[in-house]
């Protein structure tokens, strides 16, 4: 059973970092990528960045370049989204999910999703 864990969320002051962890287990993910969407209150859960397991390439929306970082940790089976720079406007729900595709940027295209992590940036 595939499960995708998500930690590391919290409330920030703006200008301030925090880094999401998604735990990953129940297969291998070498062949797929693992994205972060955040989904703010009223909106559309929208695509954040994606990393392909298996070679760390990486992707960001617009919004994310220069500010986050997305990586993973094979021993750990592990992706992370560094945040820096926080702003008020990065208050969402952030979820990790999985996907065969390269490069999804579309809810649909994920397979597996984790239950998400509450961050709130305080102005």
């Known amino acids: 059973q595939v499960q995708l864990v998500e930690s590391g969320g919290g409330l920030v002051q703006a200008g301030g970092s925090l880094r999401l962890s998604c735990a990953a287990s129940g297969r291998t993910f070498s062949g797929y990528a693992i994205g972060w969407f955040r989904q703010a209150p009223g909106k559309e859960r929208e695509f954040v960045a994606a990393?392909?397991?298996?070679?760390?390439?990486?992707y960001y929306a617009d919004a994310a370049k220069g500010r986050f970082t997305i990586s993973r940790d094979n021993a750990k089976s592990t992706a992370y989204l560094q945040m820096n720079s926080l702003k008020p406007g990065d208050t969402a729900v952030y979820y990790c999910?999985?996907?065969?595709?390269?490069?999804?940027?579309?809810?649909?295209?994920?397979?597996?999703w984790g239950q998400g992590t509450q961050v709130t940036v305080s102005s």
């Open positions: 999910a999985a996907s065969r595709l390269w490069v999804a940027r579309t809810t649909t295209s994920y397979e597996y």
């Open positions: 990393i392909w397991w298996s070679s760390g390439r990486t």
